[in-house]
């Protein structure tokens, strides 16, 4: 039996839009992943203990108040601390087109903003 991917789904900071965290984590239970909620206003700590505790393969960020260039860095340290470094962190929700090359230099595989296709978001992370 081939192993599920598990996918630890997360709202940093004082944003409670969570709708759209809500539907990835539906779409992604169909498509046969295990999903962890990590819920909303969560610290990096919180999500990186966790990212490691459940031992996922994929960290979701859901971001609508600009504070991705903030989080993300903090996660992404604290996740090599903490022996998270290799799972696949992907960042979604209100994301600048400018803010995409950042991330993905602070080692964000996939950006996924407000009007991604579901699909593709869904076939990305499950792929993981």
């Known amino acids: 039996m081939e192993k599920k991917v598990r996918v630890l789904l997360a709202k940093p900071g004082l944003d409670a839009h969570d709708m759209g965290m809500k539907l990835i984590a539906r779409a992604l239970k169909d498509a046969g992943a295990e999903i962890v909620y990590g819920g909303i206003y969560v610290t990096p700590e919180e999500i990186t203990k966790t990212a ?5 393969n994929v960290l ?7 504070t991705h260039l903030v989080v993300v860095p903090k996660v992404m340290k604290l996740l090599k601390e903490k022996g998270g470094q290799d799972l696949t962190v992907v960042v979604g929700g209100c994301i600048p087109l400018e803010d995409i090359p950042e991330l993905k230099k602070q080692g964000v595989r996939g950006v996924f903003g407000s009007g991604s296709d579901l699909d ?8 993981q």
Do not use: P, Q
């Open 60 to 66: 979701g960020l859901s971001f609508h108040s600009s």
């Open 52 to 56: 490691v505790e459940e031992d996922v």
């Open 120 to 127: 593709e978001i869904v076939n990305f992370m499950v792929a």
